[in-house]
Structures are given as C-alpha cells and as structure tokens.
T-cell receptor, first 115, second 112 residues
Framework: DVKVTQSSRYLVKRTGEKVFLECVQD?????MFWYRQDPGLGLRLIYF???????EKGDIPEGYSVSREKKERFSLILESASTNQTSMYLC??????????????FGPGTRLTVL | LAKTTQPISMDSYEGQEVNITCSHN???????ITWYQQFPSQGPRFIIQ???TKVTNEVASLFIPADRKSSTLSLPRVSLSDTAVYYC?????????????FGTGTRLLVSP
C-alpha cells in the first residue's frame, strides 16, 4: 500500500525558531509537494520538487525553503517561524508515469502552531 | 490555469445519490479533470479522474459533457462516512501536474 509519512502530527514552536518538517514516501515517486491548508483558503502550494536536488516555487514560497537530498525525502524549512505560519502542512507525492495523471498521494498532515 | 467553481456546501441524507457539479469554462485541450476527497484531519485522497464522457470506479462516477466546460461527480447511495470536502481540479498531467489548484472545495454533509 502506498504511503506518505510526515514526521509529526502536531508541532508547537516559538516565533523566530527554525522549523523542519519532514516527509518520506515509499512509492519511488519522482514528484513531491508541500502544501499548507488554512480555513477558507483551501490548499495552497508552497514548493514542489520533480527530482532529487530540484525544486520549484509554488504559489506561496515566501518564508519557506525546501530540501530534497534523496528521492524519498522532501523537507520543508521555516527559517524563522512566524505566527502567520500557523497552519496545517500537507506533503504529497506523485509519479510521472502517464497512467497516473494528476494523482497525488498525501500524508496525514502536520498541524503547526507558532506562538 | 483553468479555474474551477463548485458549490461551497451541500447537504444530503443517507442512501441518496449526490451530484456535485464543477464548472471549468476555460479548460484546455490537454487538461484532465480530477476529484479528491478530504476527511477532517487527513490529507486529500484521489477519487476519480477523466477526460471526457463518463468514468466509473468503485467509489464514484464522473460525467463530463462534450464541451468539457463542467463535470459532475456522482456518489451513489451516500453514507455518513461520505461526509467530507470534495475538490475538483483541472490540469494538464504532462506539463501542469505541479500546478493543480485545490481551491476551497465542496463540503458535503450526510445526515441520518
């Protein structure tokens, strides 16, 4: 069964802290994504990666960076956490195979609270 | 990117058929239509995808008219466990997969 795991379900950090959110997938997928989800705003794409060491900005990259050193792992970094980054963070992965059009597999999410 | 419009919320009762319509007037030739389901405190889950006419799987059916400017997700005989948010997305799987826009979705509430 396909699986995307995220390092924490709940996380509480202080303003100014550096925060690492880890995501691991076991499906050998090429593409990986980081979204945040806020009430009334739906899911918004922060960054995505289509290969190891490759990254592309999504719609709201400001305040975030990412790292993909291995195919199965995609990390989201908040360099200096702020209260407006309190949100649910969702990681996803997908295959580049033509038979898997637009199908992304999501992790359970990390609810981050920045105090 | 094709923008989608779907109702904010819908209510239904157990055992009824639910149809959620999504409008995507500026869909491009290479775009596919994809639906996701999201339960509270979980990530979205892929339900169904289609390009034209009708697609059916064990969970739902997707109806796409010839002009492809809208699509309808049909959930047969819903149960309480179908209460969730449903997202309609439109995108080109070859060049635009990374730009799928989820929007706010349709919140379906199924009551006994």
């Amino acid at each position: 069964d396909v699986k995307v795991t995220q390092s924490s379900r709940y996380l509480v950090k202080r303003t100014g802290e550096k925060v690492f959110l880890e995501c691991v997938q076991d499906m050998d997928h090429e593409n990986m994504f980081w979204y945040r989800q806020d009430p009334g705003l739906g899911l918004r794409l922060i960054y995505f990666s289509y290969d190891v060491k490759m990254k592309e900005k999504g719609d709201i990259p400001e305040g975030y960076s990412v790292s993909r050193e291995k195919k199965e792992r995609f990390s989201l970094i908040l360099e200096s956490a702020s209260t407006n980054q309190t949100s649910m963070y969702l990681c996803a992965s997908s295959s580049i195979r033509v038979s898997s059009y637009n199908e992304q597999f999501f992790g359970p999410g990390t609810r981050l609270t920045v105090l | 990117l094709a923008k989608t419009t779907q109702p904010i919320s819908m209510d239904s009762y157990e055992g009824q058929e639910v149809n959620i319509t999504c409008s995507h007037n500026n869909i491009a030739t290479n775009d596919y239509i994809t639906w996701y389901q999201q339960f509270p405190s979980q990530g979205p889950r892929f339900i169904i995808q289609g390009y034209k006419t009708k697609v059916t799987n064990e969970v739902a059916s997707l109806f796409i008219p010839a002009d492809r400017k809208s699509s309808t997700l049909s959930l047969p005989r819903v149960s309480l466990s179908d209460t969730a948010v449903y997202y309609c997305l439109v995108g080109d799987p070859v060049t635009g997969f990374q730009k799928l826009v989820f929007g706010t979705g349709t919140r379906l509430l199924v009551s006994p």
